[in-house]
């Protein structure tokens, strides 16, 4: 063969290769297609073009990244606080100890291994020793009843709960003091009378044994009958100048009996709660079953009698006002962390009574037709501490404003406005969740007001 033909044939054959090659790779899809006519400039902005948008897609799955390790961040932080939480509370109801004892039993291997056998159901962790992320247990119900403290008024401020009876014994005992001096006569020179000086030492000792019942209609309604038993005693001291006395002479009376009954319903008007004050309005009815004024018997006014000393005073002491009563209020509660202020407004109307007439020592019947005594407008504020779960303590003041009486629709001589003001001091005892103890303290700080007030409640639920 000669070289010329050679080298067609090669030529030739090269030529095939070269155009089986560009035929296979523009059937491979995985060459990038780029167009026989495009130079080396049009090719490199093309590849960065490319390259920008895969950098924008990875900065895009960079955000997503760091966004999504910030919700795994902020959910391992309240996992934490969740897992200190239920820590806390195993602590608080002693699963901690128990957990204890049965793991020293389990590797004692002795007979109390079985004794406190762990249930598959109330694991409290998994085979790592994690906490499993399920509830355990049931979450406690909200509270919406105001909270306990120690009273100190006679209007309670938690209500009893519905289907629940409380029982509540109580005792007072109060005890006052007056001093009277009354000039009868004329003077004819500064400090020189002519006439009657009578001065007056009352002393009263009031004591009350009191049962409450209370009854929860619903855990906003509650009905409540109190009966009291009332004992009084009075001493009356007094000497008459001029007249030929000169020694002190006591007149003495006293009284006991069933006194007024009363009758009360309770409503908590609104839910409270942290920082939100608590209402309840109430509705108070007092009936006269009590021995009232006007039914005991009268010292006469002039020396009638040989036991008599013409004092005008009740020889026995009257158990009850006398009166029909009506009386609205509201009590409210405010929880403000660590202690609980409260109050009471309220306003006392008495009815007046027709056709009176009181009975005289050896004169009868004393006719004294229409007697209405004055209303009482009433208000008190206080504060309660709890010292721990079972004591607290309340310290408050109680401040009335008591109406003028009147006769036949004229002032009775003698009688005018008066204001009782009482600071009370009290605490409570919790023995049980059934059966407390409570103590007030009351001091009077005007001179209207009875000396010292002691009252003693154990109220029981049943």
Not at 13 to 41: E, H, I, K, M, N
Not at 57 to 75: D, F, G, H, W
Not at 167 to 179: C, I, K, L, T
Not at 259 to 274: F, K, V, W
Request: proline content about 6%; hydrophobic content about 35%; glycine content about 12%.
């Amino acid at each position: 063969m000669s070289r010329k033909s050679w080298r067609n044939r090669c030529s030739t054959g090269c030529a095939g290769l070269l155009l089986l090659g560009g035929v296979a790779s523009a059937q491979d899809p995985s060459s990038p297609a780029v167009p026989p006519s495009t130079g080396s400039g049009e090719l490199s902005a093309v590849l960065r073009q490319s390259m920008h948008e895969q950098n924008a897609r990875i900065a895009e799955m960079r955000s997503q990244l760091a966004a999504q390790n910030a919700q795994i961040e902020a959910m391992k932080r309240e996992l934490a606080s969740q897992q200190a939480d239920y820590r806390a509370l195993r602590r608080a109801v002693g699963l901690d100890t128990l957990d204890q004892q049965r793991a020293g039993n389990i590797r004692a291997g002795g007979p109390g291994a079985s004794a406190l056998p762990m249930p598959a159901g109330d694991a409290t962790t998994d085979a790592a020793g994690q906490t499993p992320d399920r509830p355990v247990g049931q979450a406690p119900e909200r509270d919406e009843r105001p909270p306990a403290v120690a009273p100190i008024f006679n209007q309670p401020g938690v209500l009893t709960p519905r289907g629940k009876l409380v029982v509540e014994p109580s005792y007072q005992f109060g005890y006052s003091s007056a001093d009277r001096v009354a000039l009868i006569g004329y003077t004819v020179i500064p400090a020189i009378l002519i006439g009657l000086i009578d001065a007056r030492q009352v002393k009263t000792t009031t004591q009350t044994g009191a049962v409450a019942l209370r009854y929860g209609l619903s855990n906003r309604l509650e009905m409540e009958l109190r009966i009291p038993y009332v004992y009084g005693h009075t001493d009356t001291i007094s000497r008459e100048i001029f007249t030929g006395s000169a020694t002190d002479k006591v007149f003495t009376s006293s009284g006991h009996g069933i006194g007024d009954i009363e009758a009360t319903a309770r409503y908590q008007l609104n839910d409270g709660g942290a920082d939100r004050p608590y209402y309840v309005g109430w509705l108070r009815f007092k009936s006269r079953t009590g021995r009232d004024p006007f039914e005991v018997t009268t010292d006469c006014v002039n020396r009638c009698v040989q036991n008599a000393t013409g004092t005008g005073l009740p020889l026995q002491l009257p158990t009850g006002s006398g009166f029909y009563s009506l009386q609205p209020g509201v009590t409210w509660l405010y929880p403000s962390d660590p202690v609980v202020f409260f109050g009471n407004l309220s306003y006392l109307h008495n009815f007046p009574r027709h056709n009176v007439s009181r009975t005289v020592l050896l004169g009868g019947k004393e006719p004294l037709g229409t007697v209405r005594v004055g209303d009482i407008a009433d208000v008190s504020i206080g504060m309660g501490l709890a010292l721990n779960d079972k004591a607290s303590i309340s310290i408050g003041y109680d401040q009335s404003f008591v109406g003028i009486t009147k006769q036949n629709g004229k002032t009775v001589p003698g009688s005018a406005k008066s204001v009782l003001g009482t600071l009370l001091i009290g605490g409570s005892y919790r023995f049980s969740d059934k059966r407390s103890m409570n103590f007030t303290l009351g001091v009077g700080v005007t001179r209207d007001t009875p000396d010292a007030t002691v009252t003693v409640r154990m109220p029981m639920t049943y």
